[in-house]
């Protein structure tokens, strides 16, 4: 069972450049978030969606854009990478509702380096 | 303003002895969720518990329960008999709203190391 697949693992980008973090969940999940964990700090969310077409701001989006096109895709985009954009990134997916199984589920983190 | 305010950088243990991990929240939210989550040294993020803001007990999961205080808006972990693989780093984290429509929030997490 993959869960929470998250792609690339790591990727060092020069400043300037693009790319884009795709997430896949498997679990037919409503919701899904993106977030950024620097060193030795929490979790600060980027963007989330609450279904297929529908996006969100979270607490730190600038420099990020995402799409969720599909139920269990969503994609996160840096479009002109900066170096303070270095970072743990995790993406997660859960169910909708509260009550049993409200956890969200953990993909294996991207380790962005940007120089 | 922080909505998971977890006040401990770091915390030490000796195996076998429980240890306490604090956490407040703030919300006007009268549903919510309470998660914790732990994250060893390799990466990954591990759900561990669950309180729901109506739950009337105290959530526990093997040798995790969470100690749910409303009026405090406190929700602090309690691992009893800690074991060396219970050293890592562990964050608190709410949602917020009846639908569940707000993110996790997460608290800037405690470091546990867990002695011989």
Redesign the interface.
Known sequence: NAGVTQTPKFRVLKTGQSMTLLCAQDMNHEYMYWYRQDPGMGLRLIHYSVGEGTTAKGEVPDGYNVSRLKKQNFLLGLESAAPSQTSVYFCASSYSGTGRGPEAFFGQGTRLTVV | AQK?T?TQPGMFVQEKEAVTLDCTYDTSDP?Y?L?W?KQPSS???I?LI?Q?SYDQQNATEGRYSLNFQKARKSANLVISASQLGDSAMY?CAM?EG????R???????TRLQVQP
């Open positions: 998971i977890q549903s969720g998660f989550y990466g990954e993020m759900f669950y729901g964050f949602r009846a639908a569940g429509r993110a996790l929030t997460f608290g800037s997490g």
